[in-house]
Structure formats: structure tokens, C-alpha cells
């Protein structure tokens, strides 16, 4: 049986009444960023129809609160629930405005729409919009409280794989380390998006946000599992965005950061002690109106953080990041041997022998007792003699098999190729006439 139409509108002010005509299955709800799956017949007041799917044999998809609809769609598709069939009557200002849609629709109109929300997809949160992170909303939080990527929150999570839970507890945790909590880089990524009071599904597939192949024995996950996870974000840190801080400020976090990404590197959590190191560069990189006395403060804690960054990266077997935060680090102080020596060994593991050679052969010269740099450059004499010696037989072989080919044979007074003019060339230079 039909309900009765009632108002929807978060302001309560009439401009979109919903009358349900069957009810929909579950009480879940399609929430903002969801890709929503309707059939739909639109009509004016006066009963004439301007726009059906249903004529086209074809749903109708769009994304939930992105205005790709008019704002009376978006207002009414998040109050149904899968399966349900209602009228909306949608008022002007939630629909088309004075401007209207001509031909079809007058400026000023009520527009009537009968929709089937038929199905919604989670929004995809991945960075490459891969769907290994989607997201469910269950319940909405305020939307003008969102942690930011250094917040320490407060929530509890329950994690589950083929229905069958594994983690259930309440976590505080600064974001971009829940793997401090027992939880895969995927949750970090989403709570980014979390609103306070929000409680959302997330769920997670693949390789690079889910445990991958390193679950925690007690899990009992095998490799690579698609997991589910329940958040409900129940408060978080607000920590001030680098442009509100002041320059003390700056450095302070700066040094706070730089303190617990060597506590990582020391513990072996090079990805954790990375994403610190990152954060001084963050801080600290465009701090530009200091005194004398703050930018070389300033300096020598960008210095760390970068040779950090250029360790972390070694360590990961990151040649090109290592390289590109050693350059980072000369800007700063172009006679840092640690970066040289570091950024030398860099370049001789991906076998640039002679580049690698003179950098090592730079450290000489600023440091002229630096025996690790001096055996470096005969490890570097070396390859490249080995390298030459490889060459100059593979030469040495490939001329020996051109003067061991046999002779070209020599070309038959009968030629085979018929010039435009219908004559072929001899070997004597004369012409034939073609019978």
C-alpha cells in the first residue's frame, strides 16, 4: 500500500515530497560518492511525461551527491533503500529553476518522477579508482569534522574475511600508522575520508591495502584476502594544516616527526619511518621567511629528514627516490658526503660504473682519508675493465662471423626487375626490350 508523501528535505521546507509506492528490502541506504542504479518516469504536473528509462530498456547511473542529478534526486535516491519504488514531487528549486529544461520542461516547474532504486555500487576510495577501497556509509557524521593525514584517532573496528571475524576492538592510533594497530595501509587511506561520529563499511581487495602477505599469524588470513571492515570514528586529534602553524610550530612538529620515523627506521618499519620523514619535508620545504638563526635551524633538520629519506629508500631498494632525495640533499649542503657516498652507491647498483666513479672520486676530494670512497673507485675501475673486456669480445666474435660468411653471390646477367619504363637493366648497363 502506498504511504502517505511526506517531506524529505533536510530543511523541512516542502521541496521534495516522497510518497513510497513499495517498500525496499533491509533498512541500508546509498550513501554520498555511491554509484546509484535507477529506472525512472519523469512528468509535469499536468501528467505529461518528459524523460522514461524505462522507454529505453535501460537503468539509469549516476553518482550519489556529486550533483550530477538535480539536487531533488540526490535529496530523494539517499532515503531509499534497495528494491523500494516511490513518487517524488520535486519543486522547482530542486529541480530545474526558473531556466527549466526546454524544450520539454518550463522554467518554474514541479516535476513528478517515479524511481526504482535497483541497485548502488560503494564509493570508491583508491587512489587509482581501482575499487581496492570502497566505502559504505551505515551512519553519516558531521561533515565539517575531518582528521587530517597526522590526526591520532579514536575508533573501534571490527574486521572480517568471508563472514568470519577476526578483529574486534576499539584502536587509538595517530592515521598513517595503523599498522601500529594491526591494521592494513587500506584503513589509514580511508579514515582520511571519515567524517566524527561517521560508521562505515570499508572493504578491501588486492595487493598494496590489504595485508598482502604479511598478516599477523593470529588472523589465519591467507595471502592477499579480501577484507571487510565496520569503523566507527569516535573522536580525533585536530592537528593544525601547516599553513595555520607558525614557525615554531613548524619546527617543532617537524622535530616530533623526525623522532618517530627513526624510532621506525631503527625497528625496521621502513614504510612507517618513510611516511615520517615525508612529513618534515611537508613542514619544512617551503618554510622560506626565517632569520638567520631559524633557517639554519630550518636547514639542518630538512638536511636529516632528506638523508633519512634517501636511507629509507636504499633500504627498499628504491634507487631513483634515494638518488632524488640525495640531490635534495646537496641543495641544502653540497659537500654532505653521506649523500654523495649514498647517492654513488645508488648509481653503481644500477651499474652506471663511470657516473658512480666520479662522484665516489668528489668524496676523495672533499675527504682525502676516506678509504670507503677510495676502495670504491677501484670497485668502479674494475666493472668498468670488466666491462670493456666484455665488449671487446663480443666485437672480436661478431667480426669474426661476418669475414667467416660466405661470399654474396654474384648477380645473373638475367635480371628480374622491370623498370617503369617496361625495360630491365643488365649487368652490362644495356637495355632489353621486354617481349
Same mark, same amino acid.
Given at each position: 500500500?502506498?504511504?502517505?508523501?511526506?517531506?524529505?528535505?533536510?530543511?523541512?521546507?516542502?521541496?521534495?515530497?516522497?510518497?513510497?509506492?513499495?517498500?525496499?528490502?533491509?533498512?541500508?541506504?546509498?550513501?554520498?560518492? &555511491?554509484?546509484?542504479?535507477?529506472?525512472?518516469?519523469?512528468?509535469?504536473?499536468?501528467?505529461?511525461?518528459?524523460?522514461?528509462?524505462?522507454?529505453?530498456?535501460?537503468?539509469?547511473?549516476?553518482?550519489?551527491?556529486?550533483?550530477?542529478?538535480?539536487?531533488?534526486?540526490?535529496?530523494?535516491?539517499?532515503? =531509499?533503500?534497495?528494491?523500494?519504488?516511490?513518487?517524488?514531487?520535486?519543486?522547482s528549486d530542486y529541480g530545474y529553476g526558473d531556466a527549466g529544461s526546454p524544450p520539454k520542461i518550463p522554467g518554474g516547474a514541479t516535476l513528478i518522477f517515479e524511481v526504482e532504486l535497483l541497485d548502488w555500487e560503494a564509493e570508491d576510495l583508491s587512489p587509482d579508482r581501482d575499487s581496492s577501497i570502497l566505502r559504505t556509509i551505515i551512519v553519516e557524521g558531521s561533515k565539517s569534522l575531518i582528521p587530517n593525514d597526522t590526526s591520532t584517532v579514536t575508533a573501534h573496528v571490527v574486521g572480517s574475511h568471508e563472514g568470519r571475524e577476526f578483529y574486534n576492538k576499539e584502536v587509538v592510533f595517530a592515521i598513517g600508522e595503523a599498522s601500529e594497530a594491526g591494521l592494513p595501509e587500506g584503513i589509514d587511506r580511508a579514515l582520511r575520508r571519515f567524517?566524527?561520529?561517521?560508521?562505515?563499511?570499508?572493504?578491501?581487495?588486492?595487493?598494496?591495502?590489504?595485508?598482502? &602477505?604479511?598478516?599477523?599469524?593470529?588472523?589465519?588470513?591467507?595471502?592477499?584476502?579480501?577484507?571487510?571492515? *565496520?569503523?566507527?570514528?569516535?573522536?580525533?586529534?585536530?592537528?593544525?594544516?601547516?599553513?595555520?602553524?607558525?614557525?615554531?610550530?613548524?619546527? *617543532?612538529?617537524?622535530?616530533?616527526?623526525?623522532?618517530?620515523?627513526?624510532?621506525?627506521?631503527?625497528?625496521?618499519?621502513?614504510?612507517?619511518?618513510?611516511?615520517?620523514?615525508?612529513?618534515?619535508?611537508?613542514?619544512?620545504?617551503?618554510?622560506?621567511?626565517?632569520?638567520?638563526?631559524?633557517?639554519?635551524?630550518?636547514?639542518?633538520?630538512?638536511?636529516?629528514?632528506?638523508?633519512?629519506?634517501?636511507?629509507?629508500?636504499?633500504?627498499?631498494?628504491?634507487?631513483?627516490?634515494?638518488?632524488?632525495?640525495?640531490?635534495?640533499?646537496?641543495?641544502?649542503?653540497?659537500?654532505?658526503?653521506?649523500?654523495?657516498?649514498?647517492?654513488? *652507491?645508488?648509481?653503481? *647498483?644500477?651499474?652506471?660504473?663511470? #657516473?658512480?666513479?666520479?662522484?665516489?672520486?668528489?668524496?676523495?676530494?672533499?675527504?682525502?682519508?676516506?678509504?670507503?670512497?677510495?676502495?670504491?673507485?677501484?670497485?668502479?675501475?674494475?666493472?668498468?675493465?670488466?666491462?670493456?673486456?666484455? #665488449?671487446?669480445?663480443?666485437?672480436?666474435? =661478431?667480426?669474426?662471423?661476418?669475414?667467416?660468411?660466405?661470399?654474396?653471390?654474384?648477380?645473373?646477367?638475367?635480371?628480374?626487375?622491370?623498370?617503369?619504363?617496361?625495360?630491365?637493366? &643488365?649487368?652490362?648497363?644495356?637495355?632489353?626490350?621486354?617481349?
Amino acid at each position: 500500500m502506498a504511504s502517505e508523501a511526506v517531506d524529505i528535505t533536510p530543511k523541512s521546507d516542502g521541496g521534495v515530497l516522497k510518497k513510497i509506492l513499495k517498500e525496499g528490502v533491509g533498512i541500508a541506504k546509498p550513501s554520498n560518492g &555511491t554509484t546509484v542504479k535507477v529506472h525512472y518516469t519523469g512528468t509535469l504536473e499536468n501528467g505529461d511525461k518528459f524523460d522514461s528509462s524505462l522507454d529505453r530498456s535501460t537503468p539509469f547511473d549516476f553518482l550519489l551527491g556529486r550533483s550530477q542529478v538535480i539536487k531533488g534526486w540526490d535529496v530523494g535516491v539517499a532515503t =531509499m533503500t534497495k528494491g523500494e519504488k516511490a513518487v517524488f514531487t520535486i519543486r522547482s528549486d530542486y529541480g530545474y529553476g526558473d531556466a527549466g529544461s526546454p524544450p520539454k520542461i518550463p522554467g518554474g516547474a514541479t516535476l513528478i518522477f517515479e524511481v526504482e532504486l535497483l541497485d548502488w555500487e560503494a564509493e570508491d576510495l583508491s587512489p587509482d579508482r581501482d575499487s581496492s577501497i570502497l566505502r559504505t556509509i551505515i551512519v553519516e557524521g558531521s561533515k565539517s569534522l575531518i582528521p587530517n593525514d597526522t590526526s591520532t584517532v579514536t575508533a573501534h573496528v571490527v574486521g572480517s574475511h568471508e563472514g568470519r571475524e577476526f578483529y574486534n576492538k576499539e584502536v587509538v592510533f595517530a592515521i598513517g600508522e595503523a599498522s601500529e594497530a594491526g591494521l592494513p595501509e587500506g584503513i589509514d587511506r580511508a579514515l582520511r575520508r571519515f567524517c566524527k561520529g561517521e560508521k562505515s563499511k570499508i572493504e578491501l581487495k588486492g595487493t598494496r591495502f590489504t595485508y598482502g &602477505t604479511t598478516a599477523p599469524e593470529e588472523y589465519g588470513l591467507p595471502p592477499n584476502a579480501p577484507l571487510e571492515f *565496520t569503523i566507527f570514528l569516535k573522536d580525533f586529534e585536530k592537528v593544525p594544516s601547516t599553513w595555520e602553524m607558525s614557525t615554531e610550530e613548524k619546527m *617543532t612538529s617537524a622535530k616530533a616527526a623526525k623522532e618517530r620515523g627513526t624510532e621506525f627506521l631503527q625497528q625496521g618499519k621502513l614504510r612507517l619511518a618513510w611516511n615520517k620523514y615525508k612529513r618534515v619535508e611537508d613542514i619544512l620545504e617551503y618554510e622560506k621567511n626565517l632569520d638567520e638563526e631559524e633557517k639554519k635551524n630550518r636547514d639542518a633538520l630538512l638536511l636529516s629528514a632528506y638523508l633519512n629519506l634517501s636511507l629509507t629508500a636504499s633500504k627498499l631498494n628504491e634507487q631513483l627516490d634515494c638518488i632524488k632525495y640525495c640531490d635534495k640533499a646537496l641543495e641544502v649542503d653540497a659537500k654532505s658526503v653521506k649523500a654523495l657516498y649514498r647517492k654513488a *652507491t645508488a648509481i653503481l *647498483t644500477m651499474t652506471e660504473f663511470a #657516473d658512480a666513479q666520479k662522484i665516489y672520486e668528489k668524496i676523495v676530494e672533499i675527504e682525502p682519508d676516506n678509504k670507503a670512497a677510495a676502495q670504491q673507485i677501484l670497485v668502479c675501475k674494475n666493472k668498468i675493465r670488466e666491462e670493456n673486456e666484455k #665488449d671487446r669480445k663480443r666485437f672480436k666474435s =661478431m667480426f669474426a662471423k661476418i669475414s667467416e660468411a660466405p661470399p654474396e653471390p654474384q648477380a645473373s646477367h638475367h635480371a628480374t626487375k622491370i623498370e617503369e619504363d617496361g625495360q630491365v637493366p &643488365t649487368t652490362s648497363g644495356n637495355t632489353t626490350t621486354v617481349a
